[in-house]
C-alpha cells in the first residue's frame, strides 16, 4: 500500500486538505550509528509527497509546510518512523 493511500485512509476529511501545517520528524533508530538527520528528513520526501498527493495537506512548500520539530531516539526493539501532522491557522 503506498503512502498516498495509508493517508487517505487515515485522514478525517481528504475532500478539503490543510492550507498549512507543521510536521515533526521522529526517528526511532536501531543503533548508536551516526546518522544525519538531514539526510534522515529528506529520505521521508516520498512519505511527504503522499500526504499531499492524499489530499490532506495543500502542499509542502515552505509557505505551507513548516518544520516543527526533529527527534532522533534510539529503539533497538521497534526502530521506525513517525511523521506527525498538525493543522495551522493561517496566521502561523
Do not use: C
Not at 550509528?33 to 515552505?62: F, H, L, T, Y
Not at 505551507?64 to 511523521?83: G, K, N
Amino acid at each position: 500500500m503506498d503512502t498516498a493511500t495509508i493517508a487517505r485512509i487515515a485522514s478525517p476529511d481528504p475532500s478539503h486538505p490543510w492550507p498549512t501545517a507543521s510536521i515533526e520528524y521522529l526517528f526511532f533508530v536501531p543503533d548508536l550509528r551516526q546518522r544525519d538527520e538531514a539526510n534522515m528528513i529528506q529520505s521521508m520526501k516520498p512519505a511527504v509527497d503522499g500526504v499531499v498527493d492524499a489530499g490532506i495537506i495543500a502542499g509542502d512548500d515552505w509557505q505551507r509546510l513548516r518544520i516543527a520539530s526533529v527527534f532522533t531516539q534510539l529503539d533497538r526493539e521497534f526502530p521506525r518512523t513517525v511523521l506527525r501532522l498538525h493543522q495551522m491557522k493561517a496566521a502561523e
